[in-house]
T-cell receptor, first 112, second 114 residues
């Protein structure tokens, strides 16, 4: 089975711009979660989608949003980028009980 | 609330040494516990898991036992290799109430020298 894929792998944006990241889960998985990883804050939960519905949300400002499509693919969007948004954004998918999460390689976002 | 505390790194060992990375947790219910590993430039890989008290998760020579009485899930390996050099994360998911949300420790950097 193919793993979780994320595109793009690397992205450089300027402050104030917006960005969209994409995640394709493992085939058959209906849950997709997003995490932000930074050296200072570690791994922080952004949100989780299941069957196109946001089921869980972390403590991030409204500039961070996401959605999930009927084929379980997910996107996250960050508007009005700030320097502090520079991070590795990780997507994870889960199936069955949903407790085991499998991660993609991440998208490295650099905001200048 | 839910939280995970793991030992501060970095941990530096010689090849074939014994490894222990401590992990303790706080949870309001009955969590499932995981260890993930992250190699440079990559995402997180699930290393092992345990879903109930006294379960032992194992994979690639690594082991961890779910200890409810001490709320711990320490990672061990009897003989580390250079290829084990990576960052290791302990994590929990709260079964039922916050499905899909993993709570992570801060990670422990392991470097193994030949």
């Amino acid at each position: 089975k193919a793993g979780v894929t994320q595109t793009p792998r690397y992205l450089i944006k300027t402050r104030g711009q917006q960005v969209t990241l994409s995640c394709s889960p493992i085939s058959g998985h209906r849950s997709v979660s997003w995490y932000q990883q930074t050296p200072g804050q570690g791994l922080q939960f952004l949100f989780e989608y299941f069957s196109e519905t946001q089921r869980n949300k972390g403590n991030f400002p409204g500039r961070f949003s996401g959605r999930q499509f009927s084929n379980s693919r997910s996107e996250m969007n960050v508007s009005t980028l700030e320097l502090g948004d520079s991070a590795l954004y990780l997507c994870a998918s889960a199936g069955g009980s949903g407790y085991e999460q499998y991660f993609g390689p991440g998208t490295r976002l650099t905001v200048t | 609330g839910n939280s995970v505390t793991q030992m501060e790194g970095p941990v530096t060992l010689s090849e074939e040494a014994f490894l222990t990375i401590n992990c303790t947790y706080t949870a309001t219910g009955y969590p499932s516990l995981f260890w993930y590993v992250q190699y440079p430039g990559e995402g997180l890989q699930l290393l092992l898991k345990a879903t109930k008290a006294d379960d032992k998760g194992s994979n690639k020579g690594f082991e961890a036992t779910y200890r409810k009485e001490t709320t711990s899930f320490h990672l061990e390996k009897g003989s580390v290799q250079v290829s084990d050099s990576a960052v290791y994360f302990c994590a929990l998911v709260q079964v039922g109430s916050t499905l899909g949300r993993l709570y992570f420790g801060r990670g422990t950097q392991l470097t193994v020298w030949p």
